[in-house]
């Protein structure tokens, strides 16, 4: 029933048959049945490259943590939850992950990826989460709506303990605070120091990053203390290298998206990379090692692309991951987007850390190359963007349910057209919950502004 699927998402025959019971447990499970499987195969088809290898190893990837995350108690010992975004994810999975009858896991944004982008079937999850606290209008973060959700209704297992994230907003640690309230769950919390000064970014502060470094030891001592074991020091080691891997693999795109025209492949393939960065994935490994960085060099080099050449170039400040078809239509009204958000690596995050410790190094990186921490730095960070990339407009989005991006997309539009000097526009959006913004309620707006840069181009060409 969903072999054309699986190897639409890069298993192998021989792979699909030994995980066929496994397969048909978590599909099961999940509820996701023979029309969810034809329109899951539809949805990848037309919304991403799958003739490149590397485009289908990601989409494998996420298809097996469903998998393993749908069938975390009957496999693992114990089970732990957490969220993305946060530095903690990625690198502290992988060191869990050494101690083998132990899962980690984020649900949320595993949800977002596949049973969003590949199988349109989130709303039920939302709409569950919605009834259980986070109630409808109230800008409540679709990634922790889905965690409830989903926990209510027993698509995941019921967890040993949720490491609820403060570091970028404060929703990881009210949906924390909800689901102990309603299922008694443990919770550990990380919070960090939101208080930053005006304008302190991109100068990073030994405050923040020894306070933040700080909560994630006393999160893995409390992750010992749940499962019983030690995390082994190179498990840690391991889960940075992996997660490094993956940065360094987005850096290369990165470069080779910012001087390719035309635009050789869409933001929607890059979406199931960049969401690997923080969040944890058994199976990473095998997205570090395939080849999808030189099929892109392959297609630069054959003139390939997803737009036209010579098409007006934007920078989008949102991703787009539980909403492919989002970058679909703006593919279709003929803009190219070369860059999108977090994607570009300023030259201050590109600087040997001052701090020795693994840890408080992979902090302060992590706060260089996101500055969502304050408003002064979103600005600063989509300003410099622009002028690297040297961008034709800039979409600035102000996503309704994301306290840390929507508190300042008129600012963002302000400072790109007074300090950059091209056009830019702000787009509404749902953040990981897009019903209320589908692709064909923005179109009209983006196609205007896609026209009104073209004939900007063409004048100055002229």
Known sequence: MYTE???????????IEKERPRIDKAFQKLGIGEEDIRRGEARIKEYFDVELEGVRKLLGVWMKELVNMALAREENRKVIMSEWPGPHTGFLAK???????????????????????????????????????QVPGSAHCGLFQMQVGAIEKGLIPVPDLIVAPGCVCDAGAEAGELIHELYGIPVVYIDACLDWQWGEYPQIGTRQVKYISGKL?????????VIGYEIPEEGLTRGLASVAKTARLIQTLVKLMAKADPQPISQADLDLLYFMLATPLRHRDEVNEAPLA???????????????????????????AS???????????GLAVPVALLDWLPPEARQSSQFTDPIEGLVDSAYRTTPACTASGNIWY???????????????VYPFSCR???????????????QVGIPAMTLEYGGYDCRDYP???LRTRVETFAEMLRVRKASKVG
């Not at 949320?108 to 606290?133: H, Q």
């Not at 030891?217 to 203390?225: Q, T």
């Not at 030189?294 to 787009?320: C, H, N, W």
């Open 294 to 320: 030189d099929e892109v060099t392959k297609l630069i080099q054959q003139g390939k692309g997803v737009v036209p050449r010579g098409a007006p170039r934007v920078y989008s400040a949102m991703r787009f």
């Open 217 to 225: 030891a006393k999160v893995r001592r409390r992750i010992e203390d």
């Open 382 to 396: 989509d300003v410099e963007c622009c002028k690297a990339l040297n961008v034709d407009g800039a979409i600035a």
């Open 439 to 441: 692709a064909g309620a």
């Open 5 to 15: 699927l699986l190897t639409l998402c890069g298993f192998e025959p021989a792979e």
């Open 404 to 418: 840390a991006y929507a508190n300042n997309p008129l600012m963002v539009v302000k400072a790109i057209k007074e």
């Open 323 to 333: 909403n492919p078809d989002i970058w679909k239509m703006i593919q279709e009204v």
């Open 95 to 133: 060191a869990v992950h050494a101690v083998e009858d132990v899962y980690f896991g984020t649900p949320g944004m595993v949800f977002t990826i596949v049973l969003g982008g590949i199988f349109d079937k989130l709303n039920p999850l939302l709409e569950a989460g919605e009834e259980l606290g």
